[in-house]
């Protein structure tokens, strides 16, 4: 039951990300309205993916990179945060980062939203 909260409230923090993000959009079958179906099942997706990415590959490529985020004093991190959220719109169809600067702002408001629900759950 933990887990599908859990879920739920990375559901919610990839809905706020895209609403409050300049540049991250999500999009999905015929716009009818602000949050059609086709939008709500790419943010479904979207959380399912990030709960991954951040489950699996992450901690790999932080192990990876870790001389150059201790060289950086943990810099880096950002940035490899950056590039998996953006790697986020080649994995799922219909979501979009504009540029380098909205996958960084993303990924720091989905991190710091995920934590925060997390938190309260």
């Known amino acids: 039951?933990?887990?599908?909260?859990?879920?739920?409230?990375?559901?919610?923090?990839?809905?706020?990300?895209?609403?409050?993000?300049?540049g991250v959009t999500v999009t999905g079958g015929p716009s009818a309205g602000p949050a059609t179906t086709g939008e709500w099942t790419t943010i479904l997706l979207v959380a399912v993916v990030w709960s991954v990415i951040t489950l699996v590959v992450r901690p790999v490529l932080s192990l990876l990179t870790l001389p150059i985020t201790i060289i950086t004093f943990g810099l880096f991190s950002f940035v490899l945060n950056a590039f998996l959220f953006y790697a986020m719109s080649w994995l799922v169809p219909g979501f979009e980062v504009a540029g380098f600067l909205s996958a960084l702002l993303g990924a720091v408001v989905l991190s710091i939203l995920s934590w925060m629900i997390h938190k309260i759950l």
């Open 1 to 22: 039951m933990r887990a599908i909260f859990k879920y739920l409230g990375t559901v919610v923090a990839v809905a706020l990300t895209v609403n409050l993000v300049p």
